[in-house]
């Protein structure tokens, strides 16, 4: 019986594909029952990214999917893999599942980066969404970059809009790469950041977060895939996370558009410490802990009055220590 270790590179429902990076060789695998239980915490055990442990030999038999008769069981061909166990994370990124609300959902592991794709307009940017998102990087130990596509849309019409924002999100910390997938500016730039390790592509939905892994290397096609689906045998074939190499070396995790982010086991009185800007100021708060909300001697509030801290990020702030309890 042949083991090993491998990468998750997709995630097609309760079916997935590895490979042993940094060879790119994807194999069909399926997940043994214990490793689902061991992990209720999560609506995903297994995430793309994550380091997994599995056995190959005889042909595969395990229990049938949920709705299946009592003693039903599937069997797969000799070509598919059982993942026995994950291994430890060194990072990833989480939110809260949008349906289940006491289970959060595991986007990727094991990153080298988060590259979240914004746009100002068409559709217009939430700074509180991708504040949460820069919350949830800092958290869990994965570095964000920032890439703001479609600014050829953008200079003429609002050229005041993009300075603001690349001001606000510098200030705080942030690399911001200005893209657009119609003139090729900032492509360059955005493919040397991901030409080593691993990156999570995400985003709001219409971003252009295809259109540009595509402008990355256009031999890929991210909404049609380039894993074949054949050993699926029909099922279960619409892929949720995939990675995917890039020519220019390195690899990239494409997800789903999110329209929400709920924070994950963050206590109100640790936000403000996920705000790097933030957290260099409030070392000179007269109180500690401070809120930053009243306290007097606040050294974070005199930063925003003065313009040290944007108003933006205070204001997404102020949001996560008083969002609603179905976002927590």
């Known amino acids: 019986m042949e083991k090993g270790e491998a990468i998750v590179v997709k995630n097609a429902g309760s079916h997935f594909f590895l490979s042993r990076l940094p060879e790119w060789a994807p194999f069909p695998a399926v997940l043994r029952g214990k490793v689902r239980l061991g992990r209720n915490v999560s609506t995903n055990p297994v995430a793309v990214g994550d ?25 797969f061909g000799q070509g598919t893999a ?20 006491r289970q959060n959902h595991v986007i990727a592991a094991n990153l080298d980066r988060a590259v979240v794709a ?14 949460r998102v820069l919350v949830t990087c800092e958290v869990y130990g994965v570095k964000p970059v920032i890439v703001l596509n479609k600014v050829d849309l953008y200079r003429d ?3 005041d809009a993009v300075e603001d924002f690349v001001r606000i999100y510098t200030g705080a910390g942030y690399k911001v790469i200005q893209t657009s997938c ?51 045998q029909g099922r279960h074939t619409t892929s949720l996370y995939e990675m995917y190499p890039l020519g220019s070396g390195g690899f990239i995790i494409d997800s789903p558009g999110l329209r929400g982010f709920g924070l994950v086991d963050l206590k109100k009185e640790e936000i403000a410490l996920y705000f790097p800007e933030m957290l260099r100021a409030g070392r000179n708060c007269r109180f500690t802990p401070c809120t930053h909300t009243h306290e007097p001697g606040c050294a974070v509030k005199e930063a925003v009055d003065s313009g040290g801290i944007s108003a933006e990020r205070y ?10 309890t179905k976002f927590r």
């Open 182 to 232: 119609k003139t090729g500016e900032g492509i360059d730039a955005l493919r040397q950041e991901c030409s080593a390790g691993v990156s999570l592509f995400s985003g709001e939905s219409g971003v252009g977060k295809s259109s540009l892994i595509k402008a990355l290397d256009p031999s890929l096609d991210p909404k049609i895939g380039r894993i074949s689906a054949a050993h699926l």
């Open 82 to 101: 059982v993942i026995s166990s994950v291994l430890d994370r060194r990072n990833y990124i989480i939110r809260k599942s949008t349906n289940l609300s």
């Open 118 to 131: 914004v746009s100002l307009f068409f559709p217009e940017i939430k700074l509180p969404f991708l504040d």
């Open 315 to 324: 204001n997404s702030y102020l949001g996560m220590l008083e969002e609603d």
């Open 157 to 159: 019409e609002a050229p």
């Open 51 to 75: 380091r997994v442990e599995y056995y190959m030999g005889a042909d595969v038999s395990l229990p049938g999917d949920a709705g299946a008769e009592p003693g039903d069981r599937q069997t």
